[in-house]
């Protein structure tokens, strides 16, 4: 299956905060989690509907990826860091503060 872009802005339900999409964008990029809404990336065919915890930071400069677990079903997920993504997130999240 090949990926679906589909340009959706959302109200994140961890931190409230609006968030504009690109149709490339998957998890907030203020705190980071994510809603598990995607089998495939991008086809919104999942129906668990669980949040996303960012859990670690993976990989090396410039390839930084989040691992995000869903809180619901515990699949886990690799998401790449965007440009637009909260530089203290990030750090929180990989332990440097």
Not at 38 to 54: F, K, L, N, Q
Not at 57 to 65: D, L, N, Q, V
Not at 67 to 90: F, G, P, W, Y
Request: aromatic share 6%.
């Amino acid at each position: 299956m090949s990926f679906k872009r589909t340009i959706e802005d959302f109200v994140c339900e961890h931190c409230g905060a609006l968030v504009t999409g690109d149709g490339y964008t998957n998890h907030c990029p203020h705190c980071l989690w994510s809603k598990h809404v995607d089998v495939e990336p991008g086809d919104r065919a999942a129906v668990c509907g669980g949040m996303m915890e960012p859990i670690r930071i993976e990989g090396t400069t410039p390839k930084y990826r989040i691992t995000h677990r869903c809180e619901k079903c515990k699949l886990m997920r690799l998401i790449s860091i965007s440009k637009n993504d909260d530089t203290q997130a990030v750090l929180a999240i990989a332990g440097i503060r």
